[in-house]
């Protein structure tokens, strides 16, 4: 059965065709049958405090053109919203969620309340015994014990994406009260600081979880030899792979309190056997995935979705 489907995105135009995981839902959702619809979120409106939006409707989708019409529409008449716009969450995130959260009909993903109470980087916390050792502070004192405890560490805002102000410091670094001091805003923002992972050097593992099932084959990021970072958008190499034991164990422990929370789709990452980052804004990953397996496999996300 036909679905109208929106997707709540960034501007269009700055899209990677070739790469956006976004792009690829929608056209995916095209082929199958669906009427999709796209927007940002400065198109929400409350009226009546009901939301209501300045959506297009795609009625032809393809690497040149899209043939769109603009429509007004109360959002309650749609069956499902994918909520897919970037991180930072910030305010205008903030109060894009509030204002879904007063729609009673469609299915949205992921969930406004859920994405309001969740960090990307904080949500692993709820693991203590699939993570790497931990620090969320803005303190130097603190900070610097840490690294002196454990030699080699990764510092990284709470709020960035795709590898941004990711650093590698090491005991006695020189560097070491400078990096801090722009990560922290001079110790005024709290950051996340883990001790390194040795196994980054053989990939960084990003595993797609649909309604807290794990797909089979998840994308290993390796890094460049001049860089620690596996992120694509920082020239990590792309390769498939199939979960092991460990990577099961880590998927089937947090299943159950994504499905609490609503969490239907999210990616997961994995660096040696633990769980680094819980990504449930847009995740990405699936054009890679479906280009190395030549599966269809967003087809099979949407189908499992609605």
């Given at each position: 059965?036909?679905?109208?489907?929106?997707?709540?995105?960034?501007?269009?135009?700055?899209?990677?065709?070739?790469?956006d995981t976004s792009l690829l839902l929608m056209r995916?959702?095209?082929?199958i049958g669906h009427h999709v619809y796209f927007c940002s979120h400065t198109d929400i409106s409350l009226k009546s405090?009901?939301?209501?939006?300045?959506?297009?409707?795609?009625?032809?989708?393809?690497?040149?053109?899209?043939?769109?019409?603009?429509?007004?529409?109360?959002?309650?008449?749609?069956?499902?919203?994918f909520i897919r716009k970037d991180p930072p969450f910030n305010k205008d995130y903030l109060f894009l969620t509030i204002s879904l959260g007063l729609?009673?009909?469609?299915?949205?993903?992921?969930?406004?309340?859920?994405?309001?109470?969740?960090?990307?980087?904080?949500?692993?916390?709820?693991?203590?015994?699939?993570?790497?050792?931990?620090?969320?502070?803005?303190?130097?004192?603190?900070?610097?014990?840490?690294?002196?405890?454990?030699?080699?560490?990764?510092?990284k805002p709470i709020d960035e994406m795709a590898g941004n102000k990711i650093f590698l410091l090491k005991k006695n670094d020189p560097n070491i009260n400078v990096t801090l001091e722009v990560l922290t805003d001079n110790y005024s923002t709290l950051i996340m600081i883990q001790e390194y992972i040795p196994e980054i050097r053989k990939g960084d593992k990003r595993i797609i979880m649909?309604?807290?099932?794990?797909l089979p084959n998840g994308l290993l990021r390796i890094?460049?030899?001049?860089?620690?970072?596996?992120?694509?958008?920082k020239g990590g190499k792309a390769k498939i792979f199939k979960l092991s034991p460990s990577d099961l164990n880590i998927?089937?422990?947090?299943?159950?309190y994504l499905i609490e929370h609503n969490l239907n789709f999210v990616g997961i990452d994995v660096i040696g056997n633990y769980l680094t980052e819980i990504n449930i804004t847009s995740p990405t990953g699936l054009v890679e995935i479906q280009k190395l397996t030549k599966q269809n496999v967003a087809k099979t996300v949407i189908q499992s979705l609605f």
């Open positions: 059965m036909a679905k109208s489907i929106l997707f709540i995105i960034d501007p269009i135009q700055d899209l990677n065709k070739e790469k995916t959702s095209i082929e405090n009901i939301p209501h939006g300045k959506i297009k409707e795609i009625k032809s989708f393809n690497n040149e053109k899209l043939e769109v019409v603009e429509k007004q529409f109360n959002l309650n008449q749609l069956d499902v919203i729609l009673k009909k469609p299915k949205i993903i992921n969930c406004p309340h859920a994405l309001q109470s969740h960090n990307e980087k904080l949500s692993i916390l709820n693991f203590p015994k699939l993570i790497p050792k931990t620090l969320v502070s803005s303190q130097l004192k603190d900070i610097t014990q840490f690294i002196a405890k454990y030699k080699q560490v990764v510092c649909v309604n807290g099932e794990p890094p460049k030899k001049s860089d620690f970072r596996g992120n694509l958008a998927t089937q422990s947090i299943k159950p």
